[in-house]
């Protein structure tokens, strides 16, 4: 098969486009034929050196896909040859007790496609039968791979972990990466107000095309967080979705009302950043982390998606073969939602 791979820690040039031997399925195992898988922004941090994942040289990265089963290893009954599926990019035990708790994305023993273990930049993925998620009938490849990282993560991170509630204002920080601009729609679809930070103007108006209530960039802005709270008349946010970390992190504080929670799922901008524990606790605020969601969260996300609740957003497409250059406009933050590798068409 042909795949992605990299041997050295670098930029996007250590990236290989090269032959690489085809899975064979074992027992309870099959192999699917990817069709297209996304870019995420951990793959940069994997491909960096700056992840702090073990993983065996050399790698292939890639969280995310959808595709076609190929071949099935022994006692699999479902999924069939021919089946179209999305995969689960947490692979889990079954046993531990947070699998057993429905709550397998805490799994004691999981290792994810494309961070510990080789993932989906290839034409080919082999998996656990039981990581297949059947895709709903109409739901195009490209939609589902774009869809399982950035529906799934917000969802998980806004709704059971971030209590969002019907009327509440939400800030989004770099609203244009694939998780921010799933939040958005979900937060619109919740009826919430929505503030969203970007550094592209382009960005901002897409965000606005999309339901946002108020956009700044935060590249232009005299003052972000005092314009967020103009937005709010001064009453301060509900809640911050934050996925970028560094500065965002602490200086939301600054707009967060009493009992307002922020939600960090990501720190590409910083991952140790100062903190004011005094005014954290005089104003009941919570801080919440979210990081990746349930199996049945993925199968619920695919579901939402086919019937039109939501729609992933696709900026760009890439021939797998030219991944690296798919990398570079994503370390560009100029896109908006998901970036897409082609790798075996519709």
Request: proline content about 4%; some cysteine; aromatic content about 8%.
């Amino acid at each position: 098969m042909k795949a992605v791979v990299f041997d050295t820690f670098g930029g996007p040039e250590v990236l290989r486009y090269t032959d690489m031997p085809d899975p064979v399925a074992g027992p309870g195992e099959v192999v699917v034929d990817v069709r297209f898988t996304a870019l995420n922004h951990v793959d940069i941090d994997i491909r960096e050196g700056v992840s702090r994942f073990d993983f065996e040289m050399p790698h292939i990265l890639g969280l995310e896909c959808a595709g076609v089963v190929s071949s099935v290893g022994e006692g699999v009954e479902s999924p069939k040859v021919g089946d179209r599926v999305a995969v689960s990019y947490i692979r889990t035990c079954g046993y531990c007790e947070w699998c057993k708790r429905g709550q397998d994305n805490l799994c004691e023993n999981r290792r994810l496609y494309g961070e510990h273990i080789r993932g989906a930049y290839a034409e080919k993925l082999l998996t656990p039968a039981n990581h297949c998620l059947p895709l709903p009938d109409g739901l195009a490849f490209a939609d589902a791979a774009a869809s399982l990282t950035a529906f799934g993560t917000a969802y998980h991170a806004l709704v059971p972990r971030g209590g969002l509630k019907l009327g509440e204002t939400v800030l989004i920080h770099s609203i244009g990466s694939g998780v921010a601009s799933a939040a958005l729609q979900i937060c619109k679809a919740a009826g919430a107000t929505v503030i969203g930070t970007a550094s592209q103007d382009a960005t901002l108006e897409r965000a606005k095309a999309d339901g946002a209530d108020h956009v700044i960039n935060y590249t232009t802005s005299p003052d972000l967080y005092a314009e967020v709270l103009e937005a709010t008349g001064g009453r301060g946010v509900d809640l911050v979705f934050d996925v970028v970390g560094g500065e965002a992190f602490g200086k939301s504080m600054q707009v967060m009302r009493p009992y307002a929670r922020l939600i960090s799922i990501g720190a590409h901008a910083g991952e140790v950043v100062p903190f004011d524990i005094i005014e954290f606790f005089r104003r009941h605020i919570s801080y919440i982390s979210s990081h990746t969601q349930t199996r049945d969260e993925m199968t619920n996300v695919l579901r939402l998606v086919a019937n039109g609740t939501f729609s992933p957003r696709v900026h760009s497409v890439y021939p797998l073969a030219e991944a690296a250059k798919a990398q570079e406009e994503l370390v560009a933050r100029k896109h908006y939602g998901k970036i897409l590798l082609d790798v075996g068409g519709e």
